[in-house]
């Protein structure tokens, strides 16, 4: 095992992208400047150069189109944005053109791109930088997304897209991440198949299905109940939430007759409903009590600290679900001591 740090794992992607791949470009806002997207796009420039490393101005339409334009002509775009929410103003190329484009025409067509985006949570960045779009474009045929949780699942699913790939793949990372370091254990199956959900640890009385920080919330909740009772807690890390594979969560309930969905973004019309959904369709009756879901408030993301902590869920709402779910009295966790866990986003944007 090694230690990776997440936004250096990215960076390396990067750069194995492009070094593997004479027709690889890197294009977006800030992959040239000088924080070249929070320290994921280092070195580039100045080995691959400006024509395979392409700075652009504010025009995320455009930008995309152009982006589709080098896939469906043998290039292999890399698309940033600093901003989930700047997606939305590229819908049109997304939904209607790449998502659509093989199916359209055949067969005959492809559109192997991947697209990096940030959810730009904390640091007062309010309703419109701060949105967690997952669920919005996972409803879309003919677009993965995937939602890397540690930085070997960034960088083999980085890989893996841009070599083996032939569709569009949308990744959201939360810039949460960026900062942390992880053990990497180097799992020759995870790189064959990286899209797959994963078992982040095994347990035998609840089931946790978790997408991106939630992850890293999920292991602290489930460390803290380890520590304080005989809880033990199966936490599933989601990754891919477009076509979910909804055996391995139904296989995790059969032991466990318990489940929490904790995803970044809000529960109504989202990925935990999606879960749901899986679960009353194909085996409602592994279901001892009703689901308990975790996402954003059901309101736009305020822009004051105070209240932005209330608005997203952590570790200690993780522990009360778990302690309600299983009826064990145990003592919670306060909303101060899990952000005392978190590690502070440093802007200034």
């Known amino acids: 095992m090694k230690k990776q740090n997440y936004k250096e794992s990215i960076a390396i992607a990067m750069h194995d992208i492009l070094e593997g791949n004479e027709n690889a470009v890197v294009l977006g806002q800030g992959v040239t400047d000088p924080t070249r997207i929070f320290g994921t796009t280092v070195g580039l420039l100045e080995k691959f150069g400006k024509e395979r490393v392409i700075e652009m101005p504010i025009m995320e339409e455009g930008m995309t189109g152009i982006a589709i334009g080098m896939a469906l002509n043998g290039l292999y775009p890399v698309q940033t944005h600093i901003r989930v929410d700047f997606l939305l103003l590229a819908m049109n190329q997304l939904v209607n053109m790449a998502a659509k484009y093989r199916y359209m025409y055949g067969g005959a067509f492809e559109v192997p791109m991947l697209i990096r985006a940030v959810v730009g949570r904390s640091w ?62 180097s799992d020759p199956d995870r790189k064959k198949s990286p899209f797959l959900p994963r078992f982040v640890q095994k347990g035998n009385d609840i089931t946790i299905v978790a997408t991106s920080y939630m992850v890293q919330e999920a292991q602290r909740a489930s460390a803290w109940i380890k520590e304080h009772s005989q809880i033990t807690c199966e936490i599933i890390d989601l990754h891919r939430v477009s076509q979910i594979d909804h055996k391995v969560i139904l296989n995790s309930l059969k032991k466990t007759g318990l489940l929490i969905v904790a995803d970044t973004s809000w529960k109504e019309y989202g990925v935990v409903a999606e879960i749901c959904r899986g679960v009353l369709e194909y085996a409602p009756h592994l279901m001892r009590k009703p689901a308990i879901l975790m996402g954003m408030q059901p309101s736009p993301c305020p822009t004051s600290h105070n209240l932005e902590d209330k608005f997203y869920p952590d570790m200690s709402d993780l522990v009360r679900a778990i302690a309600q779910l299983t009826e064990t009295k145990m003592k919670v966790p306060s909303k101060a001591f899990a952000k005392s866990l978190r590690k502070k986003f440093r802007g200034p944007f």
Request: aromatic share 14%.
């Open 124 to 185: 007062g960045q309010g309703p419109q930088h701060s949105q967690s779009l997952q669920s919005l474009f996972s409803h879309i045929p003919g677009l993965t997304v995937i939602m890397p949780s540690t930085a070997e699942d960034a960088y083999n699913s980085y890989l893996y897209a841009s070599n083996y790939y032939k569709n569009p793949v949308l990744s959201i990372e939360h810039r949460f991440l960026y900062d942390l370091t992880f053990q990497s254990k």
